[in-house]
């Protein structure tokens, strides 16, 4: 009787259990939602060819951090990551409960057998993950300003941080130099990763080679804490 009470109880703390991750699942979903809506309400602002939504802040490893709360935000990939990174791409964020700092490895990136590490743009604890991205990979491509989220993060030091970030006239500044020094490392190559009229191509790892990419990669997004 008692081992038929104590399996009756592990069934129901399992169904529990089950119960509340898919609340929590829906409730990130929710968030995403809520988190595309209030980018894309926004007029959008493109910057050498780069979309550049003026309420984000910007690391120089290309992340972006969105505050929505008093020590919360969202963490995920901007324009010109994601173009550089391609859609054939497999993105690993840190899992929930990590602490991550700022401008260290955080997000492991894999292509054609070859791998990097993306920097945080912030410290903190990650407390949610988007496990949408395993299933909807082209998410993070197609939206990455909303539901191609990468993280969700908690800090007590937002506020001191978040300064360390680029905004505003610094952010465009910055995505207009990337730009030229974006062209000038391909000055000698076919220029097949340009589009008519000189337009970054939304999928620049396609016109890539593996070391090529790689090299891009180590170049543009991993940048060293001390160039923040």
């Not at 939504?53 to 910007?58: G, T």
């Not at 173009?83 to 490895?105: D, I, T």
């Not at 939304?202 to 060293?224: I, N, P, R, T, Y």
């Amino acid at each position: 009787m008692v081992v038929l009470l104590v399996a009756i109880m592990f069934i129901a703390f399992i169904a529990v259990d089950a119960s509340l991750e898919r609340r929590h699942r829906k409730l990130l979903a929710a968030e995403g939602e809520a988190l595309h809506e209030g980018i894309k309400d926004t007029p959008p602002l493109w910057v050498a060819g780069f979309e550049l939504p003026p309420m984000l802040r910007f690391h120089q490893g290309h992340a972006w951090v969105h505050q929505v709360g008093p020590d919360t935000a969202y963490v995920g990939l901007d324009d010109f990551a994601r173009r550089l990174l391609g859609r054939e791409v497999k993105v690993a964020a840190p899992p929930v409960g990590a602490y991550v700092r700022q401008g260290q490895a955080a997000v492991a990136v894999r292509r054609d057998g070859q791998q990097a590490r993306l920097l945080a743009p912030i410290s903190g604890e990650v407390v949610a993950v988007n496990k949408r991205l395993k299933g909807q990979p082209d998410l993070l491509s197609e939206d990455g300003y909303g539901r191609g989220w990468l993280f969700k993060i908690r800090s007590a030091h937002l506020f001191e941080e978040l300064p360390n970030l680029l905004a505003g006239s610094l952010a465009r500044r910055w995505t207009e130099d990337v730009r030229e020094r974006f062209q000038h490392r391909l000055m000698l190559a076919t220029g097949s990763v340009f589009q008519d009229g000189g337009v970054l191509a939304s999928d620049l790892a396609e016109h890539l080679g593996k070391q090529e990419w790689k090299s891009l990669v180590d170049e543009f997004l991993l940048q060293d804490a001390d160039r923040q």
